[in-house]
């Protein structure tokens, strides 16, 4: 159980162009999902929660009007890129929370490889 | 500031060689420390849970234990498919659901 899915799983695009970024949950759902960011050889970095209906919250210094989410249904979160730059180039994992009392584990999806060139 | 610290940052062991992994954190308003396996290119991997002190968790090889101001995962006879990054993290403070992260320990298992 607690699946995530992310699609696509690697993408390349051009500078000035924008990219959609898919995350479900498959088994369960999700009230809460996170959006991630991970450099190479970094850990990972939380840029933004994700709350089914209502808008997503930032982490400072996490631009909202070019990492556009949308939360659309208990199953799925959308992270669009727009007007991506080669430093938006990065590794980008979703991952969803289980809820419940006392249940703050957060599932990951596999991933998703952004290349701007 | 929350911060979760981890050393060491890479740790190479023999085979069936048991050590312990080690995460330390800010102390105030603790709501939970999670220990993660991730893989090269992949997300990572839920393992374990920990709300208070004195709490372990174990799961074949690995067992997770939590005081005041720190976490350990022990490894035990670990085999080379135990080869991963492992990472810890806590929930960000005030009352938010997000995950901060240390910057995890890279395990190599030589067979």
């Known amino acids: 159980g607690a699946v995530v899915s992310q699609h696509p799983s690697w993408v390349i695009c051009k500078s000035g162009t924008s990219v959609k970024i898919e995350c479900r949950s498959l088994?369960?759902?999700?009230?809460?999902m996170f959006w991630y960011r991970q450099f190479p050889k970094q850990s990972l970095m939380l840029m933004a929660t994700?709350?089914?209906?209502?808008?997503?919250?930032?982490e400072q210094g996490v631009e909202k009007d070019k990492f556009l989410i949308n939360h659309a249904s208990l199953t799925l979160s959308t992270l669009t890129v727009t007007s991506a730059h080669p430093e938006d180039s990065s590794f980008y994992i979703c991952?969803?929370?289980?809820?419940?009392?006392?249940?703050?584990?957060?599932?990951f999806g596999p991933g998703t490889r952004l290349t701007v060139t | 500031e929350d911060q979760v610290t981890q050393s060491p940052e890479a740790l190479r062991l023999q085979e069936g060689e048991s050590s312990s992994l080690n995460c330390s954190y800010t102390?105030?308003?603790?709501?939970?420390l999670f220990w993660y396996r991730q893989d090269p290119g992949k997300g990572p991997e839920f393992l374990f849970t920990?709300?208070?002190a004195g709490e372990e968790k174990e799961k074949e090889r690995l067992k997770a234990t939590l005081t005041k101001k720190e976490s350990f995962l022990h490894i035990t006879a670990p085999k080379p498919e135990d080869s991963a990054t492992y990472l810890c993290?806590?929930?960000?403070?005030?009352?938010?659901?997000?995950?901060?992260f240390g910057k995890g320990t890279h395990l190599i298992i030589q067979p």
């Open positions: 102390v105030s308003g603790l709501r939970g």
């Open positions: 991952s969803a929370r289980v809820g419940g009392i006392r249940r703050y584990e957060q599932y």
């Open positions: 088994d369960f759902q999700a009230t809460t």
């Open positions: 994700s709350n089914e209906g209502s808008k997503a919250t930032y």
């Open positions: 920990l709300y208070s």
């Open positions: 993290a806590r929930l960000t403070g005030g009352g938010a659901d997000g995950l901060t």
